[in-house]
């Protein structure tokens, strides 16, 4: 793949579908500041911890600015991350966990057999429990 210098992306297929071709493209450095995510506030404030926490170096950029954000309201803005394209894939993984990689507590696989037993023993009890 190749980097977009006006876009800060990594192009596929030789060609940027962020801004049509217009940028120029060539092989990507390792300091290179590649789009990591785009986000609203709420994710955005868990993708930062989770990077601080892991020492990755990012660069977080508002869409509207910090007086049209302090205005309007930070639940509009939208927050694009960067990182350097050599940690793009160790960033990629980590941001996983605030995307898609968050377990579904109310999916029957994530409770352990024992919690299984116990939530199965609990609702025996409360239906012994009732008058009617």
Known sequence: ML???KCRMMAENGRC???KGKGPLRQPLDNDPVLLAKTDQVSAA???GILQDEGVPFL???RMGAGMTTWAGGMLEEYSFYVPYGVLNQAAELAKVVFD???DPLAEDALED???E???ELTEQEEED???
């Open 3 to 5: 980097y977009c210098e």
């Open 114 to 116: 024992e919690d299984m």
């Open 46 to 48: 868990m993708l930062e």
């Open 60 to 62: 977080k950029e508002g």
């Open 130 to 132: 009732m008058p009617f």
């Open 101 to 103: 990689g968050a377990p």
């Open 118 to 120: 116990e939530l199965e």
């Open 17 to 19: 579908d962020s801004c």
